[in-house]
DNA sequence: GTTTTACTATTCATAATTGAATAGGGCATG
DNA sequence: CATGCCCTATTCAATTATGAATAGTAAAAC
């Protein structure tokens, strides 16, 4: 029979993805301890070994594979059960979960989001930034403001707009170097640039101009970082086009460089889309996001 | 996130099937007052209405009975991995859960048993007399020995044999009344049948007798009050004709009437049947109760 | 070779969950 | 109309599960 504790299966999913107790109860949400005895209970209701009490770390023995995938199958029915409860929700109150961009989250939305939570003080906003694409499928968030086209089956995306790149640096800095008259003499300047990551590299490049990370004196993974690099006087940096156009002090160039642009995306998964909370939050950012991307086109 | 008690949604199923928290608790072996605290919780982290407290009972509303079928879906991978895990268990000691007909368990399971479990003393036996089909994939039992030809799939199921039916009564009866001539002769004799179940008397009518269940001067539903009523001497009855040859103080007769012969199935779900211990009982009962059904035709 | 890091297992006080008991409400039966 | 039955909600003591702290181990980094 059925009757053991489900939520033991869920200890032993996190175990077997994590690799270690501490590892998956840092992904749970709870303590290490307390995973630890969970799989214990586990194995000794079903009589089973699932664990390889190795050297740093708990490993899966074939049994324990095998019983795995079965545990992954009630995972995913957990999750979609969630999802559509998550759907069902009435009325207008409860929390929402956002997943946007890193520059998204820090720089475009809390703003937004404050002029939303007095219209409907009655949802709770949860914001995450950050740049990994998370699994709207599994809930990691109810909404995702993404920058790339979404390949997930089972959602609905809503395009927003094309966002515009363009090079910018803040009027002290350009005061004292002036402002660069091309593409090539841009390599005269303090760049502000990428450090692990080599898309703005490649890109240079793709444009005709020879650099490597070294023609960036400034480099940073983290584009808010970059942001406030550029913002302080630092340097030319490269930067959403309507974030360039809201700060008085800075000033874009180079209209001509064919830089790529930003598709943004809303996406939520249609299971949730019933819900009046959730919808009544998306539409406010897709509204929000529209005239935020349109406001680059005025000026 | 999936991170909520995942044993809500157990006690959520418990109570949508059962009707009631009451009897939801009594099924699934656990409190009443914890079940309805269960179910809250999930309506409030969920923010759904799943139930109408109603009178005499939880009735589903109509989200209620959506998220159901994705509650079944999770139960049903609950069931499928603790079926995987019984078929993966190491070692012959344990837990081994027998299901058969009322007359199987009540006359011919315990005494094969109690031999089995001499052989076996690391083996703990659960045996259940129903003649309700029970249901292997939800680990009702592990083995179940029925009297008809099994139909679920993924069932691995083995026909023991046909086992012949004849009437009998006992010695002290048949020298008091006399053995009867033919069938309809049955009909001067005290015939012990069936109260509510009606199969006899369609089985009797079928070869011509034309009998209500008043042909029936002693009725009772259960086959196993029938026969010790039969070896009381109080009249004739249809027994398994093993049974009946196994009884000194019985006589069978009228063997050339075309009673029909009952099936013997053992049968076990697939994933089980790697059970060491699982199957080293299944084989037992399979050769105990292969003699058993030859019994009858030796004599 | 020493230090640091990441991990598991155990202990123990605390917090959370549980179930027996109880009160109360409808509904059927006598 | 009273009695019994089956149900739910609530209370409270006791059991149970939890996590902070700790000791110990093995590998990796310095």
């Known amino acids: 029979m059925s009757d053991f504790d489900w939520n033991l299966?869920?200890?032993?999913?996190?175990?077997?993805?994590?690799?270690?107790?501490?590892?998956a109860a840092r992904k749970i949400g709870t303590s290490q301890p307390t995973i630890g005895r969970h799989v214990s209970e586990?194995?000794?209701?079903?009589?089973?070994?699932?664990?390889?009490r190795g050297l740093g770390g708990y490993e899966l023995?074939?049994?324990?594979?095998?019983?795995l995938t079965h545990a992954l199958n009630v995972r995913e029915g957990v999750d979609r059960f969630s999802l559509q409860a998550?759907?069902?929700?009435?009325?207008?109150?409860?929390?929402?979960?956002?997943?946007?961009?890193?520059?998204?989250?820090?720089?475009?939305?809390?703003?937004?989001?404050?002029?939303?939570?007095?219209?409907?003080?009655?949802?709770?906003?949860?914001?995450?930034?950050?740049?990994?694409?998370?699994?709207?499928?599994?809930r990691d968030a109810d909404i995702a403001i993404r920058m790339v086209t979404p390949s997930q089956e089972e959602l609905v995306a809503r395009k927003i707009a094309d966002i515009p790149l363009a090079m910018c640096a803040s009027e002290s800095y350009l005061a004292?170097?002036?402002?660069?008259?091309?593409?090539?003499?841009?390599?005269?300047?303090?760049?502000i640039g990428q450090d692990r990551e080599d898309v703005m590299i490649k890109g240079f490049n793709?444009?005709?101009?020879?650099?490597?990370?070294?023609?960036?004196?400034?480099?940073?993974?983290?584009?808010?970082?970059?942001?406030?690099?550029?913002?302080?006087?630092?340097?030319?940096?490269?930067?959403?086009?309507?974030?360039?156009?809201?700060?008085?002090?800075l000033r874009s160039f180079l209209p001509e460089l064919p830089l790529p642009v930003l598709p943004m995306w809303l996406t939520m998964?249609?299971?949730?889309?019933?819900?009046?909370?959730?919808?009544?939050?998306?539409?406010?950012?897709?509204?929000?996001?529209?005239?935020?991307?349109?406001?680059a086109e005025a000026t």
């Open 206 to 249: 793709a444009l005709g101009a020879k650099v490597d990370r070294h023609a960036f004196r400034f480099r940073t993974d983290s584009q808010v970082i970059m942001w406030h690099a550029v913002l302080a006087g630092m340097g030319i940096g490269l930067a959403q086009l309507p974030l360039i156009d809201r700060e008085p002090s």
């Open 269 to 295: 998964h249609k299971d949730v889309r019933t819900s009046p909370r959730i919808r009544r939050t998306a539409d406010f950012l897709y509204a929000a996001l529209s005239d935020f991307a349109r406001s």
């Open 176 to 191: 004292r170097h002036g402002t660069p008259a091309d593409m090539f003499d841009l390599m005269n300047h303090v760049m």
């Open 42 to 52: 586990l194995e000794r209701d079903l009589g089973v070994t699932l664990f390889r």
């Open 86 to 138: 998550a759907g069902a929700e009435e009325g207008l109150s409860g929390t929402v979960r956002i997943s946007a961009s890193e520059v998204m989250a820090t720089l475009v939305l809390p703003q937004m989001l404050a002029r939303f939570s007095v219209e409907e003080p009655g949802i709770e906003i949860e914001l995450v930034g950050t740049n990994a694409l998370d699994n709207l499928l599994r």
């Open 61 to 67: 023995t074939d049994t324990g594979a095998t019983l």
């Open 9 to 23: 299966l869920r200890s032993f999913v996190a175990v077997a993805e994590a690799g270690s107790l501490s590892a």
